[in-house]
Nanobody, 126 residues
Framework: QVQLVESGGGLVQAGGSLRLSCAASGRTVSTYVMGWFRQAPGKEREFVAAISGSGGSTYYTDSVKGRFTISRDNAKNTVYLQMNSLKPEDTAVYYC???????????????????WGQGTQVTVSS
């Protein structure tokens, strides 16, 4: 059984930083595309960042480029999202997700991901 557990969310002032973690069990985070999505109240779930199965490729939505960094620690079977220069518009529930197929392509649609965590709240105050 695959489980993804996010942590690291919280309340931070604009300009601050947070690091989200996604600990996986039941499957490795390597060889599968791992992604981060977020959902603000009243809005659809949107893509934030993803890392390829090999770890050699990353992809970010335009609004977080240069501020967020996705990374992976295979030994800890954990994926991270380092978020710097946070803005109030970054406020959302952040979800970790994993694609189902081995070495699949990075996708930005949530429908391409088979496994999801429960989410962690990030609130950025102005």
């Amino acid at each position: 059984q695959v489980q993804l557990v996010e942590s690291g969310g919280g309340l931070v002032q604009a300009g601050g930083s947070l690091r989200l973690s996604c600990a996986a069990s039941g499957r490795t985070v390597s060889t599968y595309v791992m992604g981060w999505f977020r959902q603000a109240p009243g809005k659809e779930r949107e893509f934030v960042a993803a890392i390829s199965g090999s770890g050699g490729s990353t992809y970010y939505t335009d609004s977080v480029k240069g501020r967020f960094t996705i990374s992976r620690d295979n030994a800890k079977n954990t994926v991270y999202l380092q978020m710097n220069s946070l803005k109030p518009e970054d406020t959302a529930v952040y979800y970790c997700a994993q694609r189902g197929g081995v070495f699949g392509s990075i996708l930005t649609t949530p429908f391409g991901y088979a496994y999801w965590g429960q989410g962690t709240q990030v609130t950025v105050s102005s």
